[in-house]
């Protein structure tokens, strides 16, 4: 600690909240949101509770894939009451900005903003927050670490070499600022066409190998299916069908390897503590 500068503020655990978790990509559009939306609400489904940060301030698209979109309760001295879609508290700027005006604002707002989301929201007793970040690296990341102490990120990507490309960026930011990677999802890896044909869209298996490479876990492929569109646009994400589902089963195996990861690394990391 203290590498981040001269005055940098010393990030603080969020009292009551065991594990904060960030999902990460390198390229734009590879299904981050649809993927903590639906990591949220399976996480919920599997008991546990949780949290979901839109860290998206200039495309926020957690309100439109939970299905809420009410303006949050302000509760006692600014204290902001998180929005409940699906079993999730959550928190966008879409909430208190609704409508397609966008957020025109700089750096230092920016990080006010993330700040708030996540010292100033009443998140109660949470096993899980989740942080959905905006595509790319940098500035909400940044934010972040010097905000609260990660447990680890998530990265998605599809198995295709530019997006991987990306994602190695994103892997390497993680590491700069000393965040672990959890693991990584293979998202829109292939498609079954109603004949039970199976296309490979975005290159199968390529977030695998780039895993492999790294030595960091693989923890899951979600096929190219319209339902998962569909879901994220209507607010009902594919994950409230049930572990059982066919449709999402794979979403809750990542969910159940995200949370075990989670709970690995938080142990590890107590070790160490007890050592030192
Ligand atoms: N597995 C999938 N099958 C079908 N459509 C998907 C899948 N994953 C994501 N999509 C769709 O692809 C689009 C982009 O997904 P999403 O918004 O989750 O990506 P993102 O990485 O968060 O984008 P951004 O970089 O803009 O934040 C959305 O319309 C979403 O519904
Ligand atoms: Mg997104």
Known sequence: MGHMGAGAP????????????????????????TVAVNLSVALAKLGYKVGLVDADIYGP???TMLGATRQPNVVGENRIEP??????????IGLISPGDKPM?????????????FLQQVEWG???FLLIDLPPGTGDVVISLVQTVPLTGAVVVS??????????????EMFHQVKVEVLGLVENMSQM?????????VFGAGGTER??????????????????????????????LAGPDSKLSSEVYNVARRVADKAKEIAAKSEDVFEIS
């Not at 025109?104 to 708030?116: A, D, E, T, W």
């Open 10 to 33: 010393q990030p603080q655990p969020l009292p009551g909240v065991a594990h904060v978790v960030a999902v990460g990509s390198g390229k734009g559009g590879v299904g981050k949101t």
């Open 61 to 63: 698209n957690v309100p």
């Open 83 to 92: 929005v409940v879609a699906h079993g999730v508290k959550f928190i966008s």
């Open 104 to 116: 025109v604002m700089r750096g230092p707002m920016l990080h006010q903003i993330i700040r708030q």
């Open 125 to 127: 007793e949470l096993d």
């Open 158 to 171: 599809t198995g295709s070499s530019v997006a991987l490309e990306d994602a190695r960026k994103a892997l």
């Open 192 to 200: 079954t066409l109603p004949s039970g044909e199976v296309i490979d």
């Open 210 to 239: 780039t895993a492999a490479q790294f030595g960091l876990d693989f923890l899951g492929a979600l096929e190219l299916n319209p339902q998962i569109r569909e879901g994220g646009d209507r607010g009902m994400p594919i994950a």
